[in-house]
């Protein structure tokens, strides 16, 4: 079946630096990919996402390219913020899956001032 | 516009008890489901609904009931809590007929079943 792994963290990085959060898929047909965010005490806001290969979201710097070839869709920002703190979810829907999404185990970020 | 509003906020539970978790939403989705969270394991659907009158299992059905008598609104009863329901339950909605469209997530019920 459909499925999401993604790197669990905690990860903890400075401000200023930059962040990967790496996101693989298995999907039996053409998925949809998402990045998902939460913030303390809150439910999850979509950040971006992508519909179909090789295309870009990005939203309030954050950018993941979507890679049919290796099945990935890796969350990237060149310089976080301690308000970046927050936990993030890859997910994917499809319409073959009955438009249902998975969601990834989730990566929590830590960035320090 | 509230967007997806969920109560209560917390909750907690003696082991047999029953309650029912409210969900509303007030964007006119058609499409509505309840997740729970625990941690390392993402969020797992329980339940879904493409309409009024029409829902379906998920992922984690057992435990769990639902309805949705209308399209705002879209309750999970819990009908005999057992420690294992110990969670953080979200509720979301979105459009359906394209399975691009995002999920608008409610805030959350903190439950613990003791």
């Known amino acids: 079946g459909n499925s999401v792994t993604q790197m669990e963290g905690p990860v903890t990085l400075s401000e200023e630096a930059f962040l990967t959060i790496n996101c693989t898929y298995t999907?039996?047909?053409?998925?949809?990919l998402f990045w998902y965010v939460q913030y303390p005490g809150e439910g999850l806001q979509l950040l971006l996402k992508?519909?179909?290969?090789?295309d870009k979201g990005s939203n309030k710097g954050f950018e993941a390219t979507y890679r049919k070839e290796t099945t990935s869709f890796h969350l990237e920002k060149g310089s976080v913020q301690v308000s970046d703190s927050a936990v993030y979810f890859c997910?994917?829907?499809?319409?073959?899956?009955?438009?249902?999404?998975?969601f990834g185990p989730g990566t929590r970020l830590s960035v320090l001032p | 516009n509230a967007g997806v509003t969920q109560t209560p906020k917390f909750q907690v539970l003696k082991t047999g008890q029953s309650m029912t978790l409210q969900c509303a939403q007030d964007?006119?989705?058609?499409?509505m489901s309840w997740y729970r969270q625990d941690p390392g394991m993402g969020l797992r659907l329980i339940h879904y609904?493409?309409?009024?009158?029409?829902?379906d299992q998920g992922e984690v059905p057992n435990g769990y009931n639902v309805s949705r008598s209308t399209t705002e609104d879209f309750p999970l009863r819990l009908l005999s809590a057992a420690p294992s329901q110990t969670s953080v339950y979200f509720c979301?909605?979105?459009?359906?007929?394209?399975?691009?469209?995002?999920?608008?997530f409610g805030p959350g019920t903190r439950l613990t079943v003791l």
């Open positions: 979301a909605s979105r459009q359906q007929g394209k399975w691009a469209n995002e999920q608008f």
């Open positions: 999907a039996t047909g053409y998925p949809s």
């Open positions: 992508a519909t179909k290969a090789d």
């Open positions: 997910a994917l829907s499809e319409e073959n899956y009955g438009q249902n999404f998975v």
């Open positions: 964007m006119n989705h058609e499409y």
């Open positions: 609904s493409v309409g009024a009158g029409i829902t």
